[in-house]
């Protein structure tokens, strides 16, 4: 698997207002191969970490997708930079907003925007990888609102994964919701994922709380600060 970088983040700042960064100088290079578990106090900015590097949220600094900005990825032909960028570094949430209707009518819906016009989503492996998490495809059919939270949580990690597009996931808590068992299934698929290097996903950038959970998936730790971003030796036992 090549080594080569798939994500710079430069000098970026988010702030809560002018002169009160929530972090800055943040610097960052995600390369094949890299679980990266990113840790931090409460409020230290996680999350808003992983919505500046998706473009949720607006930020200072500058941030490359295999060498060119989000704004200008995909221009050549969508006109969509940013959306097509998104479809190759994506954010998952850690709760999945209530929608209307099914999981199967989300991806239906996102499998037909623009930004896809040059790909092709595959929604067959996404019902295939919920399987493999204990999603019985019934559930794909059910209104998001009649899923439990652990249910609902596997279903958007499922539809993010399965749908093959993303080189980088943004994942906030992705197995919050999840008892033990569930919870290192979706880990060993992840990583396996990552490691194996023979599908799309090539690395992820990963929020969790847990330090076993960390222990086991991370080949990198990151802790943010106010100050920015500094690595951290890896844990005993990774």
């Not at 983040?9 to 943040?26: L, R």
């Not at 473009?55 to 500058?62: E, F």
């Not at 969508?78 to 099914?102: A, D, E």
């Amino acid at each position: 698997m090549s080594r080569e970088s798939l994500l710079e983040v430069k000098d970026v700042g988010c702030y809560k207002t002018p002169g009160q960064p929530i972090f800055a100088h943040a610097n960052l290079t995600v390369k094949p191969g890299d679980v990266i578990v990113l840790r931090g106090k409460s409020g230290s900015g996680k999350t808003t970490l992983l919505k500046c590097i998706s473009h949720l949220n607006l930020y200072d600094g500058h941030i490359l997708y295999r060498g060119k900005t989000p704004q200008s990825y995909g221009m050549s032909f969508t006109c969509l930079g940013i959306p097509t960028y998104r479809i190759h570094v994506l954010y998952v949430p850690q709760r999945p907003s209530l929608l209307p209707g099914s999981p199967r009518d989300f991806l239906n819906t996102i499998s037909s925007f623009k930004a896809h016009a040059n790909s092709s989503p595959n929604t067959a492996k996404a019902i295939e990888v919920g399987k493999a998490w204990g999603i019985d495809e019934e559930l794909w059919d059910r209104n998001w609102g009649d899923l439990s939270g652990g249910e609902a949580q596997r279903i958007a990690l499922a539809a993010a994964v399965g749908l093959e597009q993303a080189e980088i996931l943004l994942l906030d808590e992705p197995t919050s919701a999840l008892d033990a068992a569930a919870s290192q299934s979706v880990e060993r698929y992840l990583v396996d994922e990552v490691r194996e290097g023979k599908g799309r996903l090539k690395a992820l950038i990963w929020i969790t709380h847990s330090d076993e959970q960390g222990q086991r998936v991370a080949t990198r730790v990151v802790r943010i600060t106010a100050g920015g971003l500094h690595e951290e030796d890896m844990p005993r036992g990774a």
